[in-house]
């Protein structure tokens, strides 16, 4: 019988600490530990340090290449619950776990629960850690999402609305009065494009088929404190509970910074408007808060946490001005290109978040649909900045194209299965195989 490179108690309790006690699997992410059965006053472990390349020959993924010391290192294991690691280290299940699919279960873990970097940041920087759709907005049953410092979407077209739109319920006011279950039938409004401020174009969605849907529906969201706050929705009614208790008012939950909107309407005004423009005024209103904020946030955060290296210079007291790195001279917002104006949005965001994440646990959430002049090389460089700069709160990112650039190390990617309305699940991805 071959050698087996094993763990040492050591290894084990590093592994188990840097998981914060719970299963690296995100789909699982069960606690590992806690008190004994037999009243004893003793704690029972319930995790299993895993191999994620097996300690010996004939074992599930065994890479011979490895030494003896590389493969009973931290680096080489991965923790988690006894069902699960049973479940990993059965080589018929080789295919279904490789390599790279288990250490990118280690690292996204490690993100979500920021024991990564314990020393500088904690596991409340990082607000949201679970959510569940239950026949609602467009899902078919019930579907849940685990989410991570960074996390990507692609497909939410299929649902009534983005995840950013969701995890925004649970925030504002306004939108959860206006939460409401899709109505049964063969049409239903499928959005408003705003053209003034009193005009706007309603886009009605028919099909051939009639689609019926369950006249109830819930959004369940856990967050990293371990409290559950649930979001019932009729077609004509929305309430909310945590955990058991339902509460007669609506109470924001989460902070949450979001993307969205026609940015050039908004900032600049409409073309058939007789209003001079102000870009602060516009800015205020695109992001949500007052001029106030927005002036605090713009001077308030450091240049170093400018993701395209700007620099903003407010003049007259409502007008901003974009300089661009290597060049000398500032430029108003009027005269940039729409790939420059998108730059700007994605780095007053991160601005924005950083500011507010210094009062409250913060979610910056991104729908791509409104940064539409954004290459893929833009959108790489944006995405690997935000990973690599270990942001003080969380990102989510509703892509309506897979990527085709960068490459990331902690992002959770999810595809969206299912079709248009009728969505069953969210596929976890890694990276690789995220990018088309």
């Not at 990564?116 to 990082?126: K, S």
């Not at 210079?313 to 409502?318: F, G, K, Q, T, Y």
């Not at 959770?412 to 069953?424: E, K, L, W």
Request: charged share 25%; proline share 5%.
């Amino acid at each position: 019988m071959a050698k087996r490179d094993e763990f040492t108690l050591t290894t084990k309790r590093i592994l188990a600490e840097r998981a914060g006690q719970r299963c690296s699997n995100p789909e699982c992410g069960r606690s590992t530990a806690g008190p004994s059965d037999d009243g004893s006053g003793e704690s029972t472990q319930l995790g299993k340090a895993a191999h994620i390349t097996a300690a010996a020959e004939g074992g599930p993924r065994y890479d011979p290449k490895l030494s003896p010391e590389q493969r009973s290192s931290p680096e080489n294991g991965i923790w988690l619950c006894a069902e699960c690691a049973d479940r990993v280290d059965k080589r018929e299940n080789e295919v279904q776990y490789p390599v790279e699919f288990l250490r990118n279960w280690k690292k996204l873990h490690e993100s979500a629960t920021g024991t990564d970097f314990a020393t500088i940041q904690n596991r409340g920087f990082y607000p949201v850690r679970k959510l569940t759709l239950i026949d609602f907005a467009g899902v078919q049953g019930e579907a849940t999402i685990n989410f991570g410092a960074l996390t990507i979407f692609h497909g939410t077209s299929k649902l009534n609305q983005t995840v950013g739109d969701l995890l925004r319920i649970f925030s504002d006011q306004e939108r959860f009065v206006r939460t409401r279950q899709p109505r049964s039938g063969s049409t239903w409004n499928y959005g408003r494009i705003p053209i003034t401020e009193d005009k706007s174009f309603v886009i009605n969605v028919s099909t051939k088929e009639p689609r019926n849907f369950p006249p109830t529906g819930k959004i369940r969201l856990c967050l990293s404190d371990s409290k559950e706050v649930i979001i019932s929705g009729g077609t004509d009614d929305v309430s909310m509970s945590i955990s058991d208790t339902h509460l007669p008012v609506f109470s924001a939950v989460i902070n949450v910074v979001s993307i969205g909107g026609n940015f050039h309407q908004t900032v600049f005004g409409s073309p058939l408007s007789d209003e001079e423009p102000n870009t602060m005024g516009g800015l205020s209103r695109f992001f949500g808060i007052s001029v106030g904020e927005l002036k605090d946030c713009i001077k308030g955060v450091p240049t170093d946490s400018s993701v395209f290296g700007y620099s903003y210079e407010i003049r007259d007291d409502s007008e901003l001005y974009l300089k661009i790195r290597g060049n000398d001279d500032f430029y108003s917002l009027g005269v940039l290109s729409s790939g420059e104006q998108n730059r700007l949005v994605l780095d007053m965001a991160i601005k924005i978040a950083m500011y507010s994440a210094k009062v409250k646990p913060t979610v910056l959430t991104i729908d791509q649909s409104h940064i539409i002049s954004l290459d893929q090389k833009g959108w790489a460089f944006f995405l690997e900045w935000v990973e690599r700069a270990m942001l003080p709160f969380q990102v989510v990112v509703d892509r309506n194209y897979r990527p085709s650039e960068g490459n990331l190390s902690h992002a959770m990617c999810y595809d969206v299965i299912g079709t248009d309305m009728s969505v069953t699940s969210f596929e976890q991805l890694t990276w690789n195989e995220f990018k088309k």
